[in-house]
């Protein structure tokens, strides 16, 4: 069936460092791809998406590509802040979104 | 999008209690979902709630334990019964509003079961 693998975390970077957490996909057809965030104490919130292949979703200095050649779809982000540590997840579309396991992000000062 | 609101926003339940958690959307949408949450994991998916016919259950949830209601376009209802600790988790609704499959969340309930 359709799955989501996530790189584990947690992840710990400086202020105004580089991200990226890795996102790779198993699935029939074509899926759309989405990353969530959540923040502490907080619901989930639609971060970006890509609807097909070679698609490029940006949100809040925060870029995906939909790579369907590698089958993934990798978070990237040119420089954190510390309002960014929040959980993100990776998902894809199929009669619901499943989710990959999340990826925890501490940004410090 | 959609605003989506859920109450309670938490609770602290007995066990063998039960606990009805209420979802209402600020618009008319087909599809809501249930999520459990549960601590330091992923989201699991517990069924899909149509207006105007029986929810369909994921694998693993069974409709005794997580019986669920959808009146109307905007509200539905999830009750978690016979309550054990195992049952401690955030538990999200959902509405899927284009056919993209584009997801939007409430804050989620955090439930609490001693």
């Known amino acids: 069936g359709d799955s989501v693998t996530q790189m584990e975390g947690p992840v710990t970077l400086s202020e105004e460092a580089f991200l990226t957490i890795n996102c790779t996909y198993t699935?029939?057809?074509?899926?759309?791809l989405f990353w969530y965030v959540q923040y502490p104490g907080e619901g989930l919130q639609l971060l970006l998406k890509?609807?097909?292949?070679?698609d490029k979703g940006s949100n809040k200095g925060f870029e995906a590509t939909y790579r369907k050649e590698t089958t993934s779809f990798h978070l990237e982000k040119g420089s954190v802040q510390v309002s960014d540590s929040a959980v993100y997840f990776c998902?894809?579309?199929?009669?619901?979104?499943?989710f990959g396991k999340g990826t925890s992000l501490l940004v410090t000062p | 999008s959609a605003v989506i609101s859920q109450k309670p926003s938490r609770d602290i339940c007995q066990r063998g209690t039960s606990l009805t958690i209420q979802c209402q959307v600020d618009?008319?949408?087909?599809?809501m979902f249930w999520y459990r949450q549960q601590p330091g994991q992923s989201l699991t998916l517990i069924a899909t709630?149509?207006?105007?016919?029986?929810?369909?259950?994921e694998s693993g949830f069974v409709i005794d334990k997580f019986p669920i209601s959808r009146p109307n376009l905007t509200f539905s209802t999830l009750t978690v019964s016979n309550l054990s600790p195992e049952d401690s988790s955030i538990y999200l609704c959902?509405?899927?509003?284009?056919?993209?499959?584009?997801?939007?969340f409430g804050p989620g309930t955090r439930l609490t079961v001693t």
């Open positions: 959902s509405v899927d509003v284009t056919p993209l499959k584009e997801q939007y």
């Open positions: 699935a029939t057809g074509y899926p759309s």
């Open positions: 890509a609807t097909k292949a070679d």
């Open positions: 998902a894809l579309s199929g009669y619901a979104l499943n």
């Open positions: 618009s008319q949408v087909t599809m």
């Open positions: 709630a149509n207006q105007g016919s029986e929810a369909t259950y």
